[in-house]
């Protein structure tokens, strides 16, 4: 080509191809230490993934000018997706990008499979069906072979798959049916998932891929380039998401036999000993890769080629080197430029850029226009060249991560608004709130409708104002404004929200002491140990308010659970995940090591614990009021001890998959057997359990006594006197006096049994631990009469945050237990997978707001008027707890903007925050006050009663 530059904007032109053809294989989580040796010093073992993979390291030592093994920096997050964004189009990602890892949608910008197919190259791809999420059409529909990606203990199909369709089109019939193939092998990954990178199945996988790569070299020709990469590594349980050096630290490995490839001044013969010397940027396969293959490198890339694919095999070949730089240079100024105009950046804001990019320039016309002595500077024009990218990159790093601070604003000022909002409904308003609602929520639409209408007005008649930002802000405010006319129209019933009593003051407290605690990145990494303090606190404070009740039942009652409440809140402090932050201050117990995502073999004993004792507890609760009877014997006898027997069951056979128990076809049909058990597990649980609580009367059983005192349980019964004279007699209905609390508790049970299968072992104990600490507080809040106070709610809020730490998980994109999904199914099935995985991440919290309204039933006068108000009561209650968290989370977030930890810490939590009091607003209204209503009309067909109503 006789054109390599251009300094004008608007044109470029790109370097001449050095290979026809093009294979690349992506080892999803190939981690460099995968990659290199490893020999042990000072008391140090070699882990199950070291030596394992040795064919590209030796590859790159003893064929240095035809391979090269570089340590391969991902931009967090870490997840597949967004890699694969990175890998084909050179920009960098953003955090939020990381939700559209679930769905993710075409890619619109320019790339390296685009540029492909307007080459007129014919694209192949093989493996992991995400691709064909992002480059829909791009691929042969012949050749091209999808397969599932996010069943993650399946380690042997895709990439199975991958080497059956690979190699033979690597056959001399087959070669010139493609261009390019890119195969995408995912056991490294799903074996990190399942088990950890320390364990027997990775050795097994990273051999594999070793017998791969040693068949794939062998099999290539001269004009084929061989790319072998990670997208991302794995953390020391095998999960990723974040940006840890483990999860950031892939490998890259170029293979060619051709011969052209060496090293620089700053690199050796040998691969780096570590990730830390040599590094190159993601973003750089993309200008590297299309200069090879002699495509125009995508528009809005960022990164610049590697030394090594054009320094020469002598590594003398600075003038191929500069001549790549200079032409990715022209590339991204052209970006920038454009970027710029789009943006309105103004050119001190890129000065730094612009000075390199002057400068190159001024280099490249000296040489240019003057012959030097010894030839053409071409060090000097490399070295500007990468000082150009290297400026370009920092503004552009700074760019990506602006913030519009107004719209950020109007979300804190939405959010404070509907706090406000909440506080006033929860406890602003005096009497019963139920015959309030209808007219709440009819002004909060009207307002919601005339917000849409403006916001969409202003969006379309507008240009300052953005459509969606205008319609979602206008429609919030709106709905606000109506629901403010609503307590208007009420004003004569809202009363003051400031706490009145010692117990409402100190319920309001701890949650304004955590959610100011969000501010330091410190109290958001040991937040566990924070809620392990203030449930501990709530206990203390309730043990010794029981022990000053005057009633000896109550007394004594208050003062054991408050003790049972405590101990409990301890021992469920055993499971612990530590994050990174933590270490080395924590040590993980959840797993069976520090290094595995499986659980020890003695915590299989915990289901078969649960089995046992969970139902006897739960039953020993329901006996104390005598509402053991009917429906209740058949769902804790029943539904409940078979769920967990089968739980129990169930992660028994996983063991056994897991360690391979049974050889042959046996090993083979464990996976359908206990996919088989689980679904039963949730018919058992949800099906059958929901059926029980929607035909179940009130657990009353009635029976009659002559000459009777009438002394039954004050608590459990009501005596009915007949009959004159000595002949008296009594008609004694048993569970009388709790009718409500223990007729609800039945809703509780399904959830239960449907939560704990999803968890891991270690995981299900702590849910164990959480239904008895619920029946727990219940007995305490009744001791104590605080039923109309917002100790319940805010409890049930702080126990709920706290087992979320307890079942395994942290703020963390890479605690995320996705193999929940395929417990009950064989595949991913939407809806239900995603469901699964919720449920698995926040079922503590979702169990917790199950049994908030039971905190005013349990044991509450039967005929007490306005208990459905009540309710509502304390679910707004517990709701303004999240609230109040999401907000805190929110708004530290924002301030914290600049902050070095603010993707690793604070964005996380913030999403946590909203997604936890999303999912508790649509469970407290839809399942708890739903089935509370359900509960009431099972009383009402029985007394006739409507006043509870």
């Known amino acids: 080509m006789s054109c390599y530059w251009s300094s004008s904007p608007g044109s470029c032109c790109w370097h001449p191809s050095s290979f026809s053809k093009a294979i690349v294989i992506l080892v999803d989580a190939l981690r460099y230490d995968f990659t290199v040796p490893f020999t042990p010093k000072d008391g140090e073992t070699a882990h199950h993934y070291h030596n394992a993979l040795p064919f590209l390291y030796a590859t790159a030592v003893k064929q240095p000018n035809n391979a090269f093994l570089l340590p391969f920096i991902a931009d967090p997050p870490t997840v597949t997706l967004q890699r694969l964004k990175g890998l084909t189009t050179g920009t960098l990602p953003t955090f939020v990008d990381a939700g559209s890892n679930f769905a993710g949608t075409a890619i619109d910008e320019d790339n390296l499979i685009a540029q492909l197919r307007t080459a007129g190259k014919n ?112 953390d020391s349980k095998g999960d990723h998401g974040g940006e840890s050096d483990d999860e950031i630290e892939a490998a890259i490995w170029m293979y060619s036999k051709k011969g052209i490839f060496g090293r620089t001044s700053v690199s050796s013969l040998t691969p780096p000993a570590t990730a830390k010397e040599r590094p190159v940027a993601q973003i750089d396969l993309v200008p590297t890769l299309s200069l090879l293959l002699g495509l125009p490198i995508p528009f809005n890339n960022l990164g ?143 307002g919601t409708v005339a917000g849409i209408v403006v916001g969409l007005t202003l969006g379309l008649s507008i240009p300052q104002f953005q459509l969606i930002h205008a319609t979602v802000y206008c429609t919030a405010i709106g709905g606000l404004l109506g629901l403010a006319t609503g307590f208007y129209h009420i004003r004569n019933r809202l009363q003051s929200p400031i706490p009145s009593s010692a117990w409402s003051w100190t319920s309001l407290m701890l949650p304004v002491a955590l959610s100011a605690g969000f501010a330091a990145n410190s109290f958001t990494i040991w937040e566990d140990e924070i809620l392990l303090f203030f449930l501990n606190t709530f206990g203390v404070l309730l043990f010794l ?99 967990l027997a089968l739980t129990a069951l169930f992660w028994t056979l996983d063991a056994a998959d897991d360690g391979e128990w049974f050889g042959g076809s046996t090993q083979a049909y464990l996976k ?30 009635i029976r009659e006594e002559r000459n009777s005192s009438a002394t039954e349980l004050r608590s459990a019964s009501q005596p009915i006197e007949t009959g004159e004279g000595e002949a008296k007699s009594s008609i004694i209905i048993l569970g009388y006096a709790n009718v409500h609390g223990s007729r609800y508790l039945l809703l509780f049970i399904p959830w239960l049994v449907a939560v704990i299968l999803l968890q891991k072992p270690m995981g299900g104990g702590a849910i164990g631990i959480l239904a008895w600490q619920v029946l727990s507080l219940l007995e305490i809040i009744d001791a104590n009469q605080l039923a109309d106070t917002p100790v319940g709610p805010v409890v049930l809020g702080l126990l709920g945050s706290f087992h979320f730490f307890k079942t395994g998980h942290q703020a963390t994109l890479s605690s995320v237990q996705w193999e929940s999904a395929f417990i009950p199914l064989h595949y991913i099935r939407y809806p239900w997978s995603p469901l699964f995985v919720m449920l698995n991440t926040f079922g503590a919290q979702i169990l917790c707001a199950i049994a908030v309204p039971a905190t005013v039933l349990w044991k509450a006068p039967p005929k007490k008027k306005g208990l459905l108000g009540d309710v509502a009561k304390a679910m707004a209650t517990h709701i303004l707890f999240y609230a109040l968290i999401n907000l805190a989370t929110t708004m530290w977030a924002g301030h914290l903007r600049r902050h070095l930890m603010l993707y690793r810490i604070f964005s996380p939590r913030f999403m946590v925050g909203a997604i936890v009091l999303l999912i508790v607003d649509l469970v407290g209204i839809l399942v708890a006050v739903g089935g509370t209503r359900w509960s009431f009309m099972s009383v009402a067909d029985v007394f006739g009663w409507s006043s509870v109503q």
């Open 123 to 234: 694209v192949v791809h093989l493996g992991d069906d995400t691709w064909h999420a992002l480059f829909p059409d791009y691929f042969d529909p012949d050749l091209t072979r999808p397969f599932d990606s996010f069943n993650v203990w399946d380690l042997h199909t895709v990439d199975n798959g991958v080497n059956e369709h690979l190699f033979p089109l690597l056959h001399p019939t087959n070669i010139s049916k493609w261009d390019v193939v890119i195969g995408h092998y995912l056991g490294v990954d799903h074996a990190g998932h399942r088990y950890g990178p320390d364990h027997p199945a990775m050795t097994a996988k990273l051999q594999q891929m070793n017998g791969v790569f040693h068949d794939l070299v062998n099999a290539v020709d001269n004009e084929t380039l061989v790319v072998v990469m990670g997208d991302h590594g794995m």
């Open 304 to 446: 610049r080629p590697i030394d090594e694919a054009f320094i020469g095999a002598k590594g003398s070949d600075i003038g191929n080197l500069a001549l790549a730089n200079r032409v990715t240079s022209a590339q991204i100024h052209r970006y920038q430029y454009e970027y710029a105009q789009a943006r309105g950046l103004s050119d001190e804001s890129r000065s730094t850029s612009l000075d390199a990019w002057t400068k190159l320039t001024e280099i490249w016309d000296l040489n240019q226009r003057v012959i030097l002595p010894g030839g053409q500077d071409w060090k000097g024009i490399y070295t500007a060249a990468v000082e150009y990218q290297t400026a370009t990159l920092e503004i552009c790093r700074a760019l990506w991560a602006r913030f519009d601070v107004v719209s950020m604003l109007h979300g804190v000022e939405v959010l404070a608004l509907g706090l406000v909002a909440l506080v006033v409904y929860a406890r602003g308003i005096n009497g019963d709130r139920t015959e309030l609602t209808p007219l709440l929520l009819i002004r909060a639409t009207i």
């Open 545 to 643: 308010s029981s022990f000053r009740q005057k009633s000896p039942v109550d007394r004594t009652i208050g003062c054991t659970q408050s003790i049972a409440f405590t101990v409990l809140t301890r021992l469920a402090s055993l499971s612990r995940l530590c994050r990174e932050e933590q270490m080395p201050h924590c040590r993980s117990t959840y797993y069976a090591s520090a290094n595995s995502s499986t659980s020890a073999t003695w915590q299989l004993t915990i289901p078969f614990i649960l089995t046992l004792a969970l139902p006897a507890v739960i039953k020993t609760y329901f006996a104390q009021t005598l509402s053991y009877q009917h429906s209740a014997t058949f769902m804790v006898g029943f539904i409940l001890r078979l769920g």
């Open 672 to 701: 359908t057997v206990k996919v088989f058990v689980a679904q039963v597990v949730l018919a058992i649980g949800l099906a059958a359990g929901y059926a029980t609580f929607g035909w179940a009367a009130p657990l009353l059983n």
